[in-house]
């Protein structure tokens, strides 16, 4: 009998032990299946908060990257200015000295003294060929005196103040320069005509020799008002008429009148 009882209780006791472990493995797997829904449920809202906090955090970073780039962009922008000013610079110097050679490259006036002016004033009108220069009668400047540059003759000093003077250009239709060419045994008068018109020449006979290209030069005569040998125009067409005794000629300017910045004074007075 005691030991049926004994056997009865072993029994009781496995079964709640039994009951028991398998109570703590369902609440364990419970608490691990809450756990893991928890987490499941949990889980999104996080990812979610990270993925709105993460653009907002680009977003800040490009913005202060996007006000370096503008800074940067403006640095570069006055940097670039500032070196094309420098080249700007640099090329107007560099046209200035080309200009000044021009003006200085008179061979053709010999060992005159000559004085360089820099134009400062325009013709103001189509007839009325002049301009102003920046040297007057307090640089030696004097009424008279012919005046050349990019190549050739340009026109004469017609009036003077102490610290500038007017020139009459070759083209002004008062103008008159005597000139010769080829081997100096045909004198003719050059004329203007006008800021933009070719240049008039009185009669050449066809018994001289004259084709496109000859260059008709002062010719220095007694009483003249330039010396010798200052170029003046070229022959830019020939035309033989049929019965004529004398050539139709074109004439232009040999120095280039559109673009003068410095001429040469050639200190030389009519009649010297």
């Known amino acids: ?68 780039i503008v800074a940067q962009n403006k640095q570069l922008r006055y940097q670039l200015g500032q070196a094309q000013l420098r080249a700007n610079e640099s090329a107007s110097i560099d046209r200035q000295l080309r200009q000044l050679s021009a003006a200085l490259d008179v061979p053709y006036v010999n060992d005159l003294p000559t004085i360089t002016a820099q134009v400062n004033e325009r013709s103001p009108t189509n007839f009325i060929a002049t301009i102003g220069i920046s040297k007057g009668t307090n640089e030696g400047v004097l009424v008279g005196m012919p005046v050349v540059g990019n190549g050739g003759l340009i026109g004469r000093v017609v009036a003077t103040t102490l610290h500038g003077a007017t020139i009459q250009l070759l083209t002004d239709a008062a103008s008159s320069i005597g000139c010769t060419f080829g081997d100096g045994k045909v004198n003719a008068i050059v004329s203007g005509r006008g800021l933009n018109h070719d240049l008039s020449v009185t009669a050449v006979p066809l018994k001289a020799t004259l084709t496109p290209g000859t260059v008709f030069a002062t010719n220095g005569l007694r009483g003249g008002l330039f010396p010798a040998g200052l170029p003046v125009a070229k022959v830019a067409g020939v035309t033989l008429t049929p019965g004529a005794t004398t050539y139709d000629i074109k004439l232009k300017p040999v120095a280039d009148l559109r673009h003068l910045a410095y001429v040469t004074v050639i200190a030389w007075e009519p009649g010297t």
């Not at 005691?2 to 369902?26: D, E, P, Y």
């Open 1 to 68: 009998m005691a030991i049926s009882k004994r056997r009865r209780r072993a029994v009781g006791g496995l079964v709640v032990a039994t009951v028991m472990l398998g109570a703590f493995q369902f609440t364990g797997g419970v608490m691990s299946g809450l756990r893991s829904t928890g987490n499941v449920i949990v889980s999104p809202f996080a990812w979610t908060i990270e993925l709105i906090a993460r653009p907002i955090g680009h977003l800040s970073s490009g913005a202060l990257n996007y006000s370096e």
